[in-house]
């Protein structure tokens, strides 16, 4: 099978996120503000719009697919993304109050595909979830959307809502594989400097499946 040219949910060029942000530098595992359920976002002032461009920015110079609001050390319950689905089809937005729904029965299948966090750099393993997702919740500017998909934009949804409930992808493996996640984060940890990617990161060869 040969790839086929997709058409875009957006106008080629035009990008429904805000373009215009400053990198922050991206907070880490353990920090209390990650591991927290979040304040619901009430206000929808100019703070939220400097916040939400600067979590895009922030998302772009890491090269992640999603970002929540507590990986820059802000405790609200709020993500942006920009992350392909199954057929390669990219889905941009932000998220307020996210809430999901998957699916149940005979409809819930499980994808075991690898998952990372930007806020573990460098480090990937298994991690089983519903191969399709959907979030609702309203935009930095209060409007309601919602949000569905397969594929990597599945499990970025679910990754990302989870981030806004306190809950990092290491809290859903066993014993065995978060042993060896961390082990793996370990031998990475040098090349990532501590305001990354404020400091962009030490250039090494390996590749990967894009971090949330
Ligand atoms: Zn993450």
Redesign the pocket.
Known sequence: MTAVPVTRPTLSGMSTLPQDGSVRPITRWGEDVMHRVNQPVTDFGDDLQTLVADMVATMRAAE?V???AN?VGVDLQLFVFDCPDKDGNHVQGVVCNPKLELPEGKDRNLDEGDE?????PGAFTKCARPDYAKVTGVDQHNQPVTYEGNGLLARCLQ??T??TQGM??GDRLSRKYRKRLFAEAEEFAPDYPSDWPVTPMVDHDHEETP??
């Open positions: 992640g999603g970002l929540a990986q990372g966090c930007l806020s573990l990754h990302e989870d981030h990092v992808f971090a949330t």
